[in-house]
């Protein structure tokens, strides 16, 4: 049996440049695996779309590249990151590979694989999370003219998204990497639970300034409540960029929930 493919949904502002480490260290060990540049992260110098993208244009445009995956045969384990888990969650409507057997079809997803991801119940959007998060704990955001949104202050932005990197002129050098993102698909409420029909994994970040732990196990809770199934849980000493800061133990949970998709 052939290895399954793996798809990393990232962060807001995230292009897939970000998780090049990851996905090169990866590939290494035979895998095909790709990180997306789903719509709603738009570039600070370069075209972006001129209507303000939506979740939905995320998880549709993830969807879309599952059912090109999933018709030639391939099994998907999807990996998201922080904003990532909305949109990914979103993406997965009628595209397990159980419910695509039920249709006669090949391939389909086989796991989801949260790395301290946002992960809301249906009606429930990015922003009305993050709004109950701590103060202190928020990034402080601007909008363009047409509502993009970038950092008030990158510096303090930065402290928070890599945390637990101690100097501050990398933290700095590595968030001036990250892009623009729309203010749209924060606003936009899940309405597919796909945690429901999948098995899960979650990566728990413990020193997540952004998400902290607190959050992300009452969202570990919610997705065991609604499925009846235990998430699959690993627990790490890491920000809220563990690819950055704990590139192995990351690289290391990703190949393990690809092979635990293969024997699903």
């Known amino acids: 049996m052939s290895n399954p493919t793996i798809l990393?949904?990232?962060?807001?502002?995230?292009?897939?440049?970000?998780?090049d480490?990851?996905?090169d260290a990866i590939a290494a060990k035979g895998y095909d695996i790709k990180a997306l540049h789903y719509p709603s992260v738009g570039l600070r110098a370069g075209p972006r779309?001129?209507?303000?993208?939506?979740?939905?244009?995320?998880?549709?445009?993830?969807?879309?590249?599952?059912?090109?995956?999933?018709?030639?045969?391939?099994?998907?384990?999807?990996?998201?990151h922080s904003?990532?888990?909305?949109?990914?969650?979103?993406?997965?409507?009628?595209?397990?590979?159980?419910?695509?057997?039920?249709?006669?079809?090949?391939?389909?997803?086989v796991r989801l694989a949260y790395m301290t991801s946002l992960v809301p119940p249906v009606g429930r959007s990015s922003r009305s999370l993050l709004a109950e998060i701590p103060s202190e704990n928020r990034i402080e955001f601007k909008n363009d003219e047409q509502g993009w949104m970038d950092y008030v202050d990158l510096p303090a932005a930065a402290a928070l998204i890599i945390s637990d990197l101690p100097d501050e002129k990398e933290r700095v050098a590595t968030v001036e990497?990250?892009?623009?993102?729309s203010s749209a698909s924060f606003a936009t409420e899940l309405t597919h639970p796909g945690y429901k029909d999948l098995p899960v994994s979650y990566l728990l970040c413990e020193e997540d300034a952004i998400l902290p732990p607190k959050y992300q196990r009452?969202?570990?809770?919610?997705?065991e409540k609604e499925s009846g199934n235990k998430v699959d849980v690993t627990s790490l000493q890491v920000g809220h960029c563990p690819s950055y800061t704990k590139p192995q133990e990351v690289i290391n949970w990703i190949v393990n929930a690809a092979a635990k998709g293969e024997n699903n």
Not at 83 to 100: D, H, Q, W
Not at 177 to 181: A, I, R
């Open 49 to 80: 779309p001129e209507k303000l993208p939506t979740m939905y244009d995320d998880a549709a445009f993830v969807a879309k590249e599952i059912s090109k995956l999933a018709d030639d045969g391939k099994d998907i384990v999807l990996v998201a």
């Open 8 to 19: 990393i949904v990232g962060g807001s502002f995230a292009p897939p440049e970000i998780y």
């Open 21 to 23: 480490n990851i996905v």
């Open 177 to 181: 990497k990250f892009q623009t993102h």
């Open 83 to 109: 904003y990532g888990g909305v949109p990914a969650t979103e993406s997965t409507k009628g595209l397990t590979k159980k419910e695509r057997q039920s249709q006669g079809k090949r391939g389909g997803i």
């Open 218 to 223: 009452e969202w570990i809770e919610l997705i």
